[in-house]
């Protein structure tokens, strides 16, 4: 595996012996604290040579960047939007060149498997091209007046200064998504990736950055600071910072979202997803089955769409589990690049605690475990540095959405299954969480469709038929509703949220009447 690093490592340009600047902000610096980048397959740290490790960014260099990002919103501001969207049709190239490389980085430092890892940068060129085609389209509005003579606009303009924190589980798109709308919208952004994966972070940056000083552009329209929670604090508590966007753990999005409403900054939250997938009796079991499998075990479920429950109508319970367990014996872990594998590891030892303590939670209560329930055993070298843990499938006693063990999300491959007779009570289990980010319903009746859609149907974000609760398209707005989720990303309306709106009412009339018929003169 480290052979194979080190060809990635070379073909993103990084480590070119000397240690990684884990900062940029029109220049690299980076002199603070060393950031390891840890190899969740193998355990090995990722660096060409021993002695090349990411450096964070120090207070002053934390400080220098936050300001530099202002004054690049200052002069990107003016840049028309179009041309905005030029230099972004630039950066979609540039990434588009480097996909295989920078996808194989992601494996190689989220742990996620190969496709998954160039699809994720696939995810990032699909919003490049949306963000190009908006900043022709990203259009106010003209308002009738009820005063002669005059007009009313609507304009977006440019917000300021985004701060994205990202989340390690998607170490390139969800910055995508937030770096395509922020740009075309005329802002400058600072990213503060996971201190998990500052390689992607860089990787992502030199590519952009180039694009960025090739155009004469500042570079700090892109800046990235990488470090720990003290660099995130410092960020999201910076009045310099217009609009934070943060993905991630419900607890720290809780202490993000506080610290920037008490200071009435915009936040936009992607926290916990706690998914379900509800099967109707008259489903395809053969497109329904190997979509939950994905959907609970891909990327070894650790996407916030990751489908953690499983709701099954009783006459298809058996038919169902008996297939689905199938498919979870046949999965192996191994190395995420080698293009047989469909298991990785989970990104730390950490979520390897928070996978056995779920599991210790559902033995506790008395639920079955199906299949998995531990970590493997016994892999070959050099598998057996890495954190991988078995596919579980667990039937709890009962369907008590306010117990834990259905109304937390862990972040594993821990799939819950419940039975219903009546759509209804999945629906009602479906919403009976805090979380309400993604579901999907398996069916072929046109009823349970609309039921499911509508008013009396999920409450989630996303609202799927016949499609797994992960792996959504861009073009959609993506975010979750209910209080664990705030605004939406990527698609749809959600670039509304990275602009100000000013309502100008422009008067070209001799006289300056006031509205509502007032009358301030005798
Ligand atoms: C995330 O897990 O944080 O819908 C994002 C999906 C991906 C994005 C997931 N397009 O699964």
Request: glycine residues 10%; aromatic residues 6%.
């Given at each position: ?9 070379s ?22 604290e060393?950031?390891q ?29 936050l ?21 972004l ?8 060149e ?78 995508g ?11 400058a ?5 996971a ?24 570079g ?26 943060f ?6 999005g ?5 610290a ?21 009796p ?30 099954l109508h ?11 367990e199938?498919l979870?014996?046949?999965v192996q ?37 199906l ?7 016994d ?20 369907v ?19 039975v ?10 479906n ?17 349970n ?5 509508g008013p009396?149907?999920s ?59 007032v009358?301030?003169?005798?």
């Amino acid at each position: 595996l480290s052979s194979r690093a080190s060809t990635v490592l070379s073909a993103l340009d990084l480590h070119s012996g000397r240690e990684l600047a884990g900062v940029y902000d029109g220049e690299w610096s980076g002199s603070g604290e060393v950031l390891q980048s840890v190899c969740p397959t193998t355990g090995e740290v990722l660096a060409r040579n021993p002695d090349e490790f990411v450096t964070q960014a120090t207070p002053a260099e934390l400080r220098r960047a936050l300001e530099r990002s202002r004054e690049a919103y200052n002069v990107f501001r003016d840049v028309p939007a179009p041309k905005r969207g030029e230099i972004l049709r630039q950066i979609r190239e540039a990434l588009a060149e480097k996909r295989e490389a920078l996808g194989a980085l992601v494996s190689l430092e989220m742990g996620k498997i190969r496709t998954e890892g160039v699809g994720e940068v696939q995810e990032f060129i699909d919003i490049a091209d949306y963000g190009v085609g908006l900043s022709r389209m990203m259009n106010g509005r003209v308002v009738a007046s009820e005063r002669p003579g005059h007009s009313i606009l609507e304009v977006p303009n440019p917000l300021g200064v985004v701060a994205v924190l990202s989340a390690f589980n998607f170490p390139v798109a969800v910055y995508g998504w937030n770096l395509a709308l922020s740009l075309a919208a005329g802002n400058a952004t600072i990213w503060k990736p996971a201190p998990s994966t500052p390689l992607c972070s860089i990787a992502v940056t030199k590519i952009v950055s180039t694009v960025l000083e090739r155009n004469g552009v500042p570079g700090a329209v892109a800046g990235l600071v990488t470090g720990g929670k003290d660099v995130g604090v410092t960020v999201v508590d910076s009045k310099l910072v217009d609009m934070v966007s943060f993905t991630g753990s419900e607890a720290v999005g809780r202490q993000v979202g506080q610290a920037v409403q008490s200071r009435f900054g915009k936040v936009l939250l992607e926290l916990s997803g706690n998914n379900a997938a509800v099967v109707m009796p008259d489903a395809d079991l053969d497109m329904a089955v190997p979509s939950v499998f994905f959907g609970a075990v891909g990327t070894a479920g650790q996407r916030c769409t990751t489908t953690r429950r499983l709701y099954l109508h009783s006459s298809i319970v058996q038919s169902f589990l008996s297939r689905l367990e199938t498919l979870y014996q046949s999965v192996q872990p191994g190395d995420p690049l080698d293009p047989a594998t469909l298991l990785g590891p989970l990104h730390t030892r950490q979520a390897m605690d928070v996978y056995h303590s779920a599991v210790e939670r559902l033995l506790q209560s008395g639920a079955e475990i199906l299949t998995g329930g531990a970590a493997y055993r016994d892999l070959p070298k050099p598998l057996d540095g890495g954190n991988f843990v078995m596919p579980t499938i667990a039937i709890p006693q009962s369907v008590d959405v306010t117990d834990p063990i259905w109304s937390t999300e862990t972040f594993a491959p821990v799939l819950c299954v419940g039975v219903f007779d009546e759509l209804e009570q999945a629906i009602e289990w479906n919403n009976g969480v805090p979380q309400g980010l993604s579901s999907s319903l398996w069916t072929r009746d046109i009823r349970n469709v609309g039921k499911w859609i509508g008013p009396a149907g999920s409450d989630a974000g996303i609202v799927n038929v016949n499609v797994g609760t992960s792996g959504a398209e861009i073009g959609a707005a993506f975010g979750g509703n209910k209080p664990l989720a705030l605004g939406r990303e990527s698609g749809g309306d959600a670039w509304k949220q990275y602009v100000r709106w000013s309502a100008c009412t422009l008067n070209f009339s001799n006289a300056a009447p006031l509205a509502q018929g007032v009358q301030f003169s005798n």
